[in-house]
């Protein structure tokens, strides 16, 4: 077998026998298959992630014959899709005399009122697949899905793997690949892994490839602004990949909502900011922008697939792309120049203060006086004709004074 | 310090019917002939060791049991005891002895689980059949 194979993808198990953990809940999943009968209960996998969910319905379909057909019910949300997806697949399952077992992941990702009757439809539909096997498995326990999941199948619970059946499984590994760590790397591996063996894995494999010890100085905890300045003076393309991959950030997907801690931490936002913030030509810019355009478009249809594997390959992407035109710059963490990003801020919390003092007075939310009653309000009292994208900071204050004359002039200014 | 068995009953000393009552809603289950308790399937083990802190204020801990062997796995002298919250793990794990036997003999003990499993069930359908016909 090749020996660059990732050891996670090498010891995939192939058997119920070969996972490790939660044995009772693979036991009891296994008797349910093998005695499935026309009618039977679909079956609930619930569990944290890492625990072997996907992994178990993957075992099962293969040890007893059947044809998996996997689908996230977190993208397939509304009934619409449910129905145009499921139904075919059900009515004609056994059509050619395949024998196929349905695995619907994350269906706890489904929402009864805002999927639109997605889950109204799944429990319609597990009630007339009764000749298929079904799977189902979700994260949580709680939630108005699981609830009425849980009335019309099967539950079985999935835990955490102890720690211990990790270092078991850890030295069958190692032994496997005529390996040795040292029992204090053992114990780091099996304690940093948090009962994920994918991770745990992982982790050894790095350890024995390239000679780095433990899991805590993996060597990817290089601070963002260390590792965005290590890739501007990086004398070849595959060093400044080296330290982009070696960095604390990661490419974030903005659709889940940024924090400004996460935005700090996001690669490409960090390469943009040092970017926009650098002295150069504007042709030089807009050659470094369309990059990092490029690998946005990229990033956000990997995280719409929900092919995350596929990020690895954006560091040498970025990397190759932008390597020639992007030396010698430096890190810069905010996106704005100083003075732009001031006066945003001061503009902001004036308008939020005055917003904050008529809402009560007159009735409406403060969302609504900024949009549409400050436009006004700056002509009543400034006596100018102006929208609202021209308020001024003198206008802002001509409102506070007017409003609060104990006030001092120059509020947030 | 008091001991709760994921895997057999055990016994609590009396600790009100106020206590009892919010036990039994948590998930454990009292046998009145043994006058013993037990831990359903799918019970809430953080309630639980909150409940049961309260009451009798002392440590309550969890002990796992032995997927191999049957025995206690041993969770007061474990390497990972610090590192193991076992309100969120399976409650099977191996005892020292078993682990020092290898792999092989989890996967050999595991192979006959699963077999067993299997002939159970073709016993099953094959009983199903003959009373059907």
Redesign the interface.
């Known amino acids: 077998m090749n020996a660059q194979t990732m050891w996670v993808e090498r010891y995939r198990p192939r058997s119920?026998?070969?996972m490790v953990?939660?044995?009772?809940?693979r036991?009891e999943a296994?008797?349910w298959l093998?005695?499935f009968?026309h009618g039977d209960r679909p079956l609930l996998l619930i569990g944290?992630p890492g625990t072997g969910k996907t992994t178990m319905a993957k075992v099962l379909a293969s040890e007893f014959g059947y044809e998996l057909i996997e689908l996230n019910a977190s993208d397939e949300r509304t009934k619409e899709r449910l129905e145009s997806l499921l139904r075919p697949l059900i009515e004609n399952a056994n059509i050619h005399g395949r024998r196929v077992l349905l695995f619907l992941d994350e269906v706890d990702g489904l929402h009864g009122t805002y999927d639109r009757g997605g889950l109204s439809a799944l429990l319609s539909i597990l009630n007339d697949a009764s000749s298929v096997p079904v799977i189902m498995a979700a994260n949580s326990?709680a939630g108005e899905v699981i609830k009425e999941l849980k009335k019309v199948s099967k539950?079985v619970?999935?835990?955490?793997?102890?720690?211990?059946?990790l270092?078991?499984?850890l030295?069958?590994v190692l032994?496997c690949e005529g390996k040795s760590v040292s029992i204090g790397d053992m114990?780091r591996l099996?304690?940093g892994c948090n009962?994920d063996v994918r991770s745990m894995l992982n982790s050894a494999q790095s350890l024995v490839g390239m000679g780095v010890h433990g899991v805590e100085p993996m060597g990817y905890s290089t601070p963002i602004g260390s590792a965005i300045n290590g890739f501007f003076s990086s004398a070849s393309v595959e060093e400044a990949i080296d330290a982009l991959s070696r960095s604390e950030g990661s490419y974030s997907d903005p659709s889940f909502g940024y924090d400004g801690e996460r935005r700090r931490l996001d690669k490409l936002n960090a390469l943009f900011s040092s970017i926009v913030n650098a002295r150069m030509d504007v042709d030089r810019m807009a050659r470094l922008l369309g990059a990092l355009s490029c690998a946005d478009l990229l990033i956000a249809r990997v995280n719409r697939l929900r092919a995350w594997r596929m990020l690895r390959y954006i560091d040498g992407i970025i990397a190759r792309s932008i390597f020639d035109d992007s030396r010698g710059l430096s890190y810069n963490q905010y996106d704005l120049p100083y003075n732009i990003s001031n006066r945003i801020h001061g503009e902001g919390r004036m308008l939020r203060m005055i917003a904050g003092m008529l809402a009560p007075r007159l009735h409406e939310s403060r969302r609504n006086i900024i949009a549409y009653y400050m436009p006004y309000i700056v002509h009543l009292l400034g006596g100018k004709s102006k929208g609202t994208g021209d308020i001024s900071l003198d206008d802002l204050n001509a409102i506070a004074k007017g409003l609060n004359p104990d006030k001092r002039d120059g509020m947030g200014a | 310090m008091i001991r709760l068995f994921l895997h057999r009953d055990f016994t609590l000393p009396m600790l009100g019917k106020d206590v009892f009552a919010r036990l039994m809603r948590a998930g454990v289950e009292y046998d009145k002939a043994s006058r013993s308790f037990r831990i359903k399937d799918g019970a809430d083990m953080a309630s639980i060791l909150a409940i049961l802190r309260e009451a009798v204020r002392e440590e309550v801990s969890i002990e796992l049991q032995c997927i191999v062997c049957g025995d206690d796995a041993g969770c007061a002298g474990c390497e990972f005891s610090s590192n193991c919250d076992r309100v969120y793990m399976a409650s099977k794990c191996i005892c020292k002895q078993c682990l020092e036997k290898g792999y092989e003999n989890y996967t050999w003990y595991l192979s006959s689980l699963f077999d067993a499993a299997r002939s159970d069930q073709g016993r099953v359908r094959g009983g199903a059949r003959k009373r059907s016909v």
């Open positions: 119920m026998v070969e953990g939660n044995e009772d809940a036991l296994y008797r093998a005695g009968r944290p326990d539950v619970r999935m835990k955490g793997i102890p720690p211990r059946l270092l078991l499984y030295g069958h032994a114990l099996v304690i009962g």
